[in-house]
């Protein structure tokens, strides 16, 4: 948890302008984090309409910002293993010179950005940025509730001026129409941790359930990362795959990957990335939430059901439970079941 909280930033008395007309974002290194930056980019390029807007950005991130994101004219991407050096290269190297660049955490990228010439960086002072600076976006701190992360990324735009917290700023892909049978994707784990991840055997549950009510219903697990190897060694997962009604997603093409996902009906996921790549292309989804807050880190959108049973220890954010896991334990069948089918209702 952030030691302030996510409403807590304020604008300066005479707000920031940026200079010239074509301008970089750096994304934040998280997936989720990222997702949750769209809408600053979105703000940013209805804000400056006339400017060149390009990302820069891990390659694992490059299907995410590819899609749904008119405002956005390049995405540039490096790999994990490229040096500052060899990216701040690539940004000389490119056909248009960036006047500015907007920097939400310190690392390679930003350090790059700085050593590219890039003549005005503007960020707030997170821990080890400030130095790759030249605007800097004060910070104050007040009580409060918690708000969602989002706000954190689009009131940087609102100090640039923009008129951020707006309908255009969460605008999203249109979607596909939706198949003829109602098609689930499942995805059971989370990139998180195992407190995060509900006990399967309630998943097979629900799918029993669900095959009850509905007929010619079909189940497909969406695994970003590719899992049929990671998962079938795994005693946690290997219920699922001992059934015949289940399809495996093992595409490892993220491209594909999102296509696939918004041919579906609806989503039925953990807390963790999957659950804001459904949200980032508009799909339904039932998201079941354990250790993590949803008032700050739930996917974007009406159309995500957040399924969770606030208990005394929670939000703890523990990647693995030190107690009984009774964030998830406490989330009966019931309660997904309700979930899923509101979810499938939307689409």
Not at 25 to 46: D, H, I, K, Q, Y
Not at 327 to 336: A, F, K, R, S
């Amino acid at each position: 948890m952030p030691a302030r909280k996510d409403g807590d930033l304020h604008r300066k008395k005479s707000p920031l302008k940026l200079e010239g007309k074509h301008l970089c974002v750096v994304s934040p290194l998280s997936f989720t984090e990222a997702c949750f930056s769209v809408a600053a980019v979105r703000a940013l390029g209805n804000h400056c309409p006339e400017a060149t807007i390009a990302v820069l950005c891990p390659s694992s991130q490059s299907t995410l910002w590819k899609t749904g994101i008119a405002e956005l004219d390049h995405v540039l991407s490096y790999e994990d293993a490229d040096s500052v050096k060899q990216i701040a290269s690539q940004l000389q190297a490119f056909d248009v010179q960036f006047d500015s660049a907007i920097i939400w955490q310190a690392g390679k990228a930003a350090k790059a950005i700085s050593q590219a010439g890039v003549a005005q960086r503007l960020g707030y002072p997170a821990s080890g940025l400030e130095k790759y600076l030249t605007d800097v976006v004060s910070v104050a701190s007040q009580p409060g509730p918690v708000e969602h992360r989002v706000r954190y990324y689009l009131e940087l735009m609102s100090q640039l001026g923009a008129d951020a917290f707006v309908r255009s700023s969460f605008e999203m892909p249109a979607l596909p129409e939706p198949p003829e049978k109602v098609k689930i994707a499942l995805a059971p784990f989370s990139e998180y941790g195992s407190a995060y991840q509900w006990p399967v055997e309630r998943f097979l549950q629900v799918i029993d359930i669900l095959n009850e009510r509905h007929t010619d219903i079909s189940w497909t697990i969406f695994d970003r990362q590719g899992g049929r190897a990671k998962m079938e060694g795994d005693d946690f997962f290997g219920d699922l795959f001992n059934r015949d009604d289940l399809d495996l997603s093992d595409c490892d093409d993220r491209e594909e990957f999102l296509n696939q996902l918004a041919q579906s009906s609806v989503l039925l996921a953990c807390d963790g990335e999957i659950a804001h790549m459904a949200a980032h292309i508009g799909l339904p989804a039932a998201v079941i939430f354990g250790p993590n807050g949803p008032e700050w880190k739930r996917p974007l959108g009406k159309q995500s059901v957040v399924i969770r049973e606030h208990v005394a220890c929670s939000p703890c954010y523990h990647a693995k439970c030190p107690l009984d896991l009774r964030c998830q334990n406490e989330v009966t069948v019931e309660m997904v079941v309700e979930g899923l089918e509101q979810a499938i209702l939307m689409r």
